[in-house]
């Protein structure tokens, strides 16, 4: 699972041209996070790399200003808290890089604006326009409007959909721990298979100010690879750590690019796309994307109230999950044609294999 550091991890990352950075709302927590990232950032820059940021932490920072003792849990309280904290978050951020002479840019977006293919193009187009005029993108989650955000995103899964948005090779995914760490606490230098990654982490470990985790940050790595991109998690306190990580220095843990990558509507119908139903298929386990696709004579049933072309899960009887797809037809069409024939129910260009 593991690769060699050294001069093999500097060739890995060094070529990097395009780089999506996201830190989280408890690195952020810490006194002077802002105007060291925004130092790395600079540093980058200065060697020709072009930068977007996924920053968490509108919502840390704005249940303070409003004068709540801690967190809420209400759905109220948490879009407060995001409208109230984005405005402080960016100001702090625009003071930083004016200071540098560099101009930013917030987007703010939700999963519809990126399940909707003509809405992500206007946002591909959007950042790249930053990027031609010399300008940092700021990314967050339109947490304020957004509920299904606040109750189940988070920015790392947020910034794996902006690699292939901005074309990037690599992903650095800062946090407040040295990397990914093994059972004994080691920290693990560099994976090559990120699917077996997720053995090594607690699901349960979370951090107290954001939402998110170790095994959201290895699942965000591993959709970067997918994508063609390397993946870096590191630790956003120690010093100098962007320009560490594009030197090649052995900080954090580097996950190497899938073999099997993944082109961009593949990757929008596997990570963008949220599953209306299932295609349950006797065998599978077994199954691959044939010469047609799925085939009714392969579907054993159906679950869901989709709609042609809505995304369904390809399952086994088992209830497994092995794949994703976008059906051609309607729940009642597909059920009714279930195990007959060779109809084509998700096509071989719209289907994902695990």
Do not use: C
Not at 2 to 14: D, Y
Not at 340 to 354: A, K, P, R, S
Request: charged fraction near 25%.
């Amino acid at each position: 699972m593991t690769v060699p550091g050294g001069r093999v991890r500097a060739s890995l990352v060094a070529s990097a041209s395009r780089i999506v950075v996201k830190i989280g709302s408890s690195s952020l927590a810490a006194p002077g996070a802002i105007p060291r990232l925004v130092a790395d950032v600079v540093a980058l820059r200065a060697l020709g790399k072009s930068i977007v940021l996924v920053s968490s932490g509108a919502i840390a920072h704005g249940y303070k200003k409003l004068g709540y003792k801690a967190r809420p849990k209400e759905m109220a309280k948490l879009q407060a808290a995001a409208a109230a904290g984005q405005s402080q978050l960016m100001y702090a951020y625009e003071s930083a890089f004016g200071g540098e002479g560099i101009a930013v840019g917030q987007v703010l977006l939700t999963h519809a604006d990126l399940a909707d293919e003509a809405r992500q193009g206007n946002a591909r187009a959007a950042l790249a326009e930053l990027a031609a005029a010399g300008a940092v993108a700021v990314l967050n989650e339109n947490d304020s409007v957004a509920v299904e955000e606040i109750k189940f995103g988070d920015n790392d899964q947020l910034a794996a959909l902006v690699v292939p948005l901005v074309d990037a090779d690599l992903l650095v995914l800062l946090s407040d721990v040295a990397g990914v760490l093994d059972a004994k606490g080691r920290r693990v230098k560099a994976i090559s298979d990120a699917h077996t990654a997720g053995a090594l982490v607690d699901p349960k470990k979370k951090s107290a100010a954001g939402t998110g985790g170790m095994t959201s940050k290895v699942e965000a790595a591993r959709r970067a690879t997918l994508a063609g991109a390397h993946a870096v998690i590191a630790d956003a306190r120690e010093p100098n750590i962007l320009p560490k990580i594009v030197r090649g220095d052995d900080v954090g843990t580097v996950f190497l690019p899938s073999a099997r990558r993944l082109d961009a509507r593949r990757y929008w119908i596997a990570f963008t796309l949220r599953p209306r139903g299932d295609l349950i298929l006797e065998r599978a386990r077994g199954h691959r994307a044939g010469p047609h696709g799925v085939l009714a004579s392969s579907v054993l049933g159906i679950r869901g109230d989709f709609r042609a072309f809505d995304a369904v899960r390809i399952v086994g009887a088992d209830g497994v999950e092995v794949g994703r797809g976008l059906v051609r037809f309607d729940a009642s069409g597909a059920a009714r044609i279930a195990g007959l024939g060779d109809e084509v129910l998700v096509d071989e260009h719209e289907l994902v294999i695990w």
